[in-house]
């Protein structure tokens, strides 16, 4: 009985804790036999650097996520913090990555308050939200590219600890940091109080309102983090591309992961062998030769099937 407790819920027919590994596994042993040069320790690290953003960015949704919410927001929040750092970098690095982390944190705070005050739906706030800063973000850089040059920056993107990409070991700290807070803090165990069932949350002295604020402004600043480590690898802050389609690449991580849209779970490390499943599929179908429009076609499949495992098992 508590084994079933711990999945998604006694009515569900997903075990979220083996179908994503396994998936993982198959995937990336069969690009092993099948893709030249796939299983080299090089190609290994270039797809944890090119998916390290996609991971900080999901590790946030799926705090959201868990909490029953959502936040679409995250995409424009990068292009958002992309442009300010680059306008900014000249001024200091401390003084551009505060106020950017500053605009990323108020963004949260304003979703917070519109879905947990105000009480709308979070789908339709931030999306609407979602459209708004990515204007907000053309105006403040005119849509323009903004290049710099800071080497101490750029090494956010650029650089290595040791053999290992500094951005793999921001990604892995994240990680780090939402596993420690889900499983060993009090605000990790509210969240999912929340998301399973808010009324009941309240009743036991959980201020939800409280912790849907928290939760929001954790995922934009994660967001904001991950803005940063992209405009450092790019060398130039771009309110157009920067960020764009970053919520689905880390709904669809979410969701493979295991962390259901019903709310009252968070699986972190679902949600990293998720973001990892997308990664080889793209690198996989980048090296065959395939177009890439099919391995979007094949992700969204994915996803499909994913959400259909999810549902709950009539009784």
């Known amino acids: 009985m508590n084994s079933k407790k711990r999945g998604l819920g006694r009515g569900t027919l997903w075990n979220p804790n083996l179908g994503a590994p396994a998936a993982l596994l ?13 299983a080299t320790v090089s190609n290994t690290l270039n797809m944890l650097l090119q998916v ?24 424009s929040t ?12 000249n001024h200091g690095m401390a003084i551009a ?19 947990s005050r105000l009480k709308l739906d979070p789908l339709i706030t931030t999306l609407a939200a979602l459209i708004i800063w990515r204007g907000v973000a053309q105006v403040v850089g005119d849509g323009q590219l ?14 290595y600890l040791g053999p290992i990409p500094i951005q793999v ?72 591309k ?11 991580a979410v969701v493979v992961g295991g962390t259901p849209f019903s709310g009252g779970r968070a699986n972190v490390l679902g949600t990293v062998v998720g973001a990892l499943i997308m990664q080889v599929i793209s690198t996989s179908f ?13 992700k969204s499949v994915i996803i499909l099937f994913a959400v259909f495992l999810q549902r709950p098992k009539e009784v």
Do not use: Q
């Open 146 to 159: 903004v290049p710099f040059a800071h080497p101490t920056f750029e090494a956010l993107g650029k650089g």
């Open 242 to 252: 920067v960020g764009v389609n970053a919520e689905f690449d880390a709904i669809a």
């Open 286 to 298: 980048n090296m065959l030769l395939i177009p890439f429009t099919w391995s979007l076609v094949l």
């Open 78 to 89: 990068m292009g958002l913090v992309s442009v300010i750092v680059a306008l900014l970098i």
């Open 169 to 240: 070991v921001i990604a892995a700290v994240v990680i780090a940091g939402a596993l420690f807070c889900i499983r060993s803090t009090l605000f990790g165990r509210h969240i999912v109080a929340v998301g399973g069932n808010e009324e009941a949350a309240r009743l036991a002295g959980i201020r939800a309102e409280r912790v849907k604020y928290i939760v929001y402004m954790i995922t934009a600043l994660l967001a904001g983090l991950a803005g940063l480590v992209e405009t450092a690898r790019l060398a130039m802050g771009d309110p157009s």
């Open 97 to 115: 990555i505060s106020v950017a982390l500053g605009s990323a944190l108020l963004i949260g705070f304003l979703n917070g308050f519109l879905i």
């Open 52 to 75: 390290s953003t996609t991971m900080i960015v999901a590790v946030g949704m799926t705090f959201a996520i868990a909490s029953r919410g959502i936040d679409l927001t995250v995409g």
């Open 26 to 38: 198959i995937l990336y042993v069969a690009n092993a036999v099948f893709t030249p040069r796939f």
